[in-house]
């Protein structure tokens, strides 16, 4: 069933429900295992109440509720120009290389997986998205987006996270601000990721979207699905520009 064809509800399974998951990505989240369970239904609340500011949410995706998360999408596009690699190599997103190929004595482990992703993971795009929507009041950018291993290599890195896993966030600071009060909005946002997202600070937890913590991240979020399974990171979940993003489809219930 495509996306916006049924009403969408506890006890539904389907791509449609898929495609629901990552777009309520950053509210509450979920697996993106197309079963409208409980956490589904928690995103969808979440959602209604926060961004629709519903009263009483049903937890119900009606067409109110999908014509609601098109215009989240409209009024938080995505600069792409921003997350394309800078090294003028690649295409901005890689060259697909690497695939099941692992750094020394990192086998297995996604952290260590040296494939260049086809793009950035549309379930971190979409989590920024509500971000943006949490703190209208600041004004957002991405300082780092995809960084292939041409990138890496020429800088001395050795993390992966940046193949199309991870972006990071910076924030415009307002005149006078200095790097005291960049710091504590930081740890702010963080702290609302983790209440409003199920993010974690850390990579201690299987499936859950992570943040760098401030030792790391001081003055920027670093945001990454790096702690997800292979499953939940196949290739079509990978976007490179609005379109791929967005995928607009027609809302017909």
Known sequence: MAYGDRVLQQGLKGEDVVELQLRLAGYRGTLLDGDFGSGTE???????????????????????????????????????????????????????????????????????????????????LWAARALFAYREDIRFSFSSGYRCAVENERKGRTTTNHHGK??????????????????????????????????????????????EPSDIAPTWVHYDVREYESKYLRDEFFCRDLAGLDRRLPITV
């Open 42 to 124: 928690l995103q969808v609340k979440s959602f209604q109440r926060d961004y629709m500011r519903l009263s009483a949410p049903s937890g119900v995706v009606d067409r109110a509720t999908f014509l609601a998360i098109d215009e989240l999408a409209s009024r938080f596009p995505i600069d792409f120009a921003q997350l394309r690699c800078p090294c003028g190599v690649c295409s901005g997103f890689g060259q697909g290389r690497f695939k099941g190929r692992y750094m020394p004595g990192g086998e297995g482990q996604e952290k260590f997986h040296r494939y260049e992703y086809p793009g950035i993971h549309r379930l971190i």
């Open 166 to 211: 991870a972006v990071d966030i910076d924030t415009v600071l307002a005149p006078g601000m200095g790097k005291r009060e960049d710091l504590e909005r930081c740890n702010a946002l963080r702290s609302l990721l983790v209440e409003k997202s199920n993010a974690q600070i850390g990579w201690l937890a299987r499936n859950r979207k992570s943040l």
